[in-house]
């Protein structure tokens, strides 16, 4: 059920999949990808929630470690993948190349930790995950795609634009901010690509 577009980007072949939203969505993609397209490298575009005060509406968030806010500890250290810690890290090649790319950037571009899990964040549920977790967004899909590229032994990295933050709340401003935000992502993804393939 999923639609792949293939094309060739500088010197690199491009694969492109909207995946969906939720865990497991994103999860189906990044394996579909690896399995099917043989995947060198996964790159995970889109929209975030903001929950660090620093960051603000239509900033850029990369990752450079990952985690879900809604999975229990010790199910990844103590079982299959059997993490050293509950992070995703995100690949060092990829992360210099996304620093890189930062100097030249029309965008805020942060890099940070990023968290996941199967809500939309509201104010309730905002301060327990970053007394937890001090991450600097929240979304639904990267930890997933993170986990399975790290099963895979494939590269990942995630850039997440911020539709929502605690001064800019609901989902009436990730309505608002959604078409905007994801074209910051893939322009910002794509500057990535560049740097790599040069």
């Known amino acids: 059920m999923l639609k792949f577009h293939s094309g060739q980007f500088h010197n690199l ?8 939203v939720c865990k497991v969505n ?8 690896i399995d099917t397209f043989h995947a ?3 790159f995970n575009g889109g929209t975030a929630g903001g929950m660090d005060k620093n960051i603000q509406l239509l900033d850029t968030v990369i990752s450079d470690k990952i985690i879900y806010h809604d999975v229990a500890e010790g199910i990844l250290t ?13 690949d060092k090649n990829l992360l210099e190349a996304a620093k890189k790319y930062q100097l030249t950037s029309h965008y805020p571009i942060h890099f940070g930790t990023m968290v996941t899990g ?3 964040i509201v104010d309730e549920q905002r301060d327990s995950i970053n007394q937890r977790f001090a991450p600097l967004c929240v979304d639904m899909e990267t930890a ?3 986990h399975v590229c790290h099963v895979n032994k494939v590269p990942f990295l995630s850039v997440r634009s911020i539709t929502d933050t605690a001064d800019h709340k609901g989902e009436e401003n990730f309505s608002k901010n959604c078409r905007t935000a994801s074209r910051h992502s893939a322009e910002i993804v794509m500057g990535i690509l560049e740097q790599l393939s040069c």
């Open 13 to 20: 072949q491009i694969i492109a999949v909207y995946s969906g």
């Open 26 to 33: 994103a999860a189906i993609a990044a394996q579909v990808l």
């Open 40 to 42: 060198d490298a996964i």
């Open 78 to 90: 103590e079982f299959h993948p059997w993490l050293e810690n509950n992070y995703f890290e995100a």
């Open 118 to 120: 199967e809500q939309f």
């Open 144 to 146: 997933s795609m993170a």
